[in-house]
């Protein structure tokens, strides 16, 4: 499994766009970027994933670049109710288990 | 329905009690997982279950037992447990093969679980 590297905290003001970056170097060809959302004290949540360029929904974008060693989650115009944790995962199609790594603390402030 | 339910969604026992944690899913996943999350550390996989059939023990302690009774029910059986074992306990579910979403898992709230 590609481990992943990313920031341990970041902090924002309200209405402002975050990106976080999670570096992934030794991805594999069939491998996804995925990230995941936690609140204090609930089960992660998924937010977004992609393989390659930019995938975009109604809660977050994701930013591939070309040699997938990177990518960025991108939260738009933030609210102190976006203050969580944030897991960068590379998975496996199929039915590899998924494993966290530390995540991202980010922290909106109003 | 796209909700994992765990019960209790707290827990406080002794040393020498037998307990258990429940989790149920009606998704129609076949796969179903146990995580482990200590205070301000990432979740920690325990236990995979693949219809209905254990696939993946990571070196767990036999306190933990886990159980799938069913294709929608998960249970993680305590007994003997020490303090260290004290942390949120996640049940997950997903398709079996996750070949359409590969990083998707479908969590529950968790079981908060304190041994004294």
């Known amino acids: 499994l590609a481990k992943t590297t990313q920031p341990i905290s970041m902090d924002s003001y309200e209405g402002q766009e975050v990106n976080i970056t999670c570096s992934h170097n030794?991805?594999?060809?069939?491998?996804?970027i995925t990230w995941y959302q936690q609140f204090p004290s609930q089960g992660p949540r998924f937010i977004i994933q992609g393989y390659k360029t930019k995938v975009t929904n109604e809660v977050a974008s994701l930013f591939i670049p070309a040699d997938r060693k990177s990518s960025t989650l991108s939260l738009p115009r933030v609210s102190l109710s976006d203050t969580a944790v944030y897991y960068c995962l590379v998975v496996q199609s199929g039915n590899t288990p998924l494993v966290f790594g530390k995540g991202t603390r980010l922290s909106v402030i109003a | 329905d796209t909700e994992v339910t765990q019960t209790p969604k707290h827990l406080v026992m002794g040393m020498t009690n037998k307990k258990s944690l429940k989790c149920e899913q009606h998704m129609g996943h076949r796969a179903m997982y146990w995580y482990k999350q200590k205070a301000k550390k990432p979740p920690e996989l325990m236990f995979v279950?693949?219809?209905?059939?254990?696939?993946i023990n990571e070196s767990v302690p036999s306190r933990f037992s886990p159980e799938c009774p069913n294709s929608s029910l998960l249970n993680l059986h305590l007994h003997a447990l020490q303090p260290e074992d004290s942390a949120l306990y996640l049940c997950a579910s997903s398709q079996e093969s996750r070949q359409v979403s590969p990083g998707e898992l479908f969590f529950g709230e968790g079981s908060r679980l304190t041994v004294l």
């Open positions: 279950y693949s219809y209905e059939k254990l696939s």
């Open positions: 030794n991805i594999a060809t069939n491998d996804y």
